[in-house]
Nanobody, 128 residues
Framework: QRQLVESGGGLVQPGGSLRLSCAAS????????IGWFRQAPGKERLGISC????????VYADSVKARFTISRDNAKNTVYLQMDSLKSEDTAMYFC?????????????????????WGQGTQVIVSS
């Protein structure tokens, strides 16, 4: 069964860092663009970053640019999201998914609407 499993979330103080992982099982990630999304309580699920299948191209939403870094290790079948300088507004459930090509990245809700199903996500809470 093809699955993506998110992990690495937790409670962190403002200004702190976390690294999220998105591990694939049942298939190889190396042919797919992968995106990270997040959904804050009571809000829509939004795209925050995308990485191309080779890892050669990355895109970020303005809200996370220069603070978050997406990367992938196709040998480990895993995509990562390094989150630095975390703010309280980064508090959300974080999800990863296979996505359309990153050239189509949209930080609004439309991009997440292209995703047919979701994993359980990983919770990130930024609080002092």
């Amino acid at each position: 069964q093809r699955q993506l499993v998110e992990s690495g979330g937790g409670l962190v103080q403002p200004g702190g860092s976390l690294r999220l992982s998105c591990a694939a099982s049942g298939f190889s990630l190396d042919q797919y663009a992968i995106g990270w999304f997040r959904q804050a309580p009571g809000k829509e699920r939004l795209g925050i970053s995308c990485i191309s299948s080779s890892g050669g191209s990355t895109v970020y939403a303005d809200s996370v640019k220069a603070r978050f870094t997406i990367s992938r290790d196709n040998a480990k079948n895993t995509v990562y999201l390094q989150m630095d300088s975390l703010k309280s507004e980064d508090t959300a459930m974080y999800f990863c998914s296979i996505t359309p090509p990153c050239t189509l990245f949209d930080a609004g809700p439309n991009w997440s609407a292209t995703i047919p199903s979701w994993g359980q996500g990983t919770q990130v809470i930024v609080s002092s």
